[in-house]
């Protein structure tokens, strides 16, 4: 693949205050223009209902999206300069948060809806079930995405990558640990 993430680091699982040190190798066989070259470090929840009526189309479903915490680094941004052929190479290192950032949301918030800020994480956490009346499908995942993006074109220029990588990571609370370690015993 022409981009790579490589942990320097890895661990099985991580807790709050744990760095991820780490390098992005974009690895360009041709010029290529190039607008800039970042990597992403998130955590995110998600959750898809759906009511099932017998065996038939789902009769209605219902999709959340909750970004826990986001911090991004552009590596290079040649700005839209052609790159020549070579391998390029920048280090990285995020410090995983130990609870949930504020959003930077475009909407006022308003009651009844609340911003989990200061929430302790939760853990990585994937799951589906079913039954009769409704599917349902959730997960709290963590990773490093990191990216290439060729500059965009026209006005409403879509902001696709053009090349893409991502590392998912375990995070479990030390509390928790903590929690399994008093129940083991």
Partial sequence: MPITVSLVNQQQCYAGNDRIRGRVIFQCSTPTEIQDI???FSGRAK????????????????RSKC??????RILWHPNGDTVAPDTYEWPFEFV???????ASSRWPETLPFRS????????TF????HDSL??????????VHAQVFRPQRGILGRKSPLFSE????NFLPLEARWDLKSTDS
């Fill in 96 to 102: 995983f948060p130990s609870h949930v950032q504020a």
């Fill in 38 to 40: 970042r990597v992403t």
């Fill in 134 to 143: 409704r599917k349902l499908e959730c997960t709290i995942e963590y990773r």
């Fill in 126 to 129: 994937a799951a589906e079930t």
């Fill in 116 to 123: 989990d800020a200061n929430h302790p994480l939760p853990p």
């Fill in 67 to 72: 970004i826990l915490f986001e911090k991004e």
């Fill in 47 to 62: 959750a898809k209902v759906q009511k099932t009526k017998g065996s038939a189309a789902p009769a209605a479903s219902y």
């Fill in 166 to 169: 991502v590392v998912h990571l």
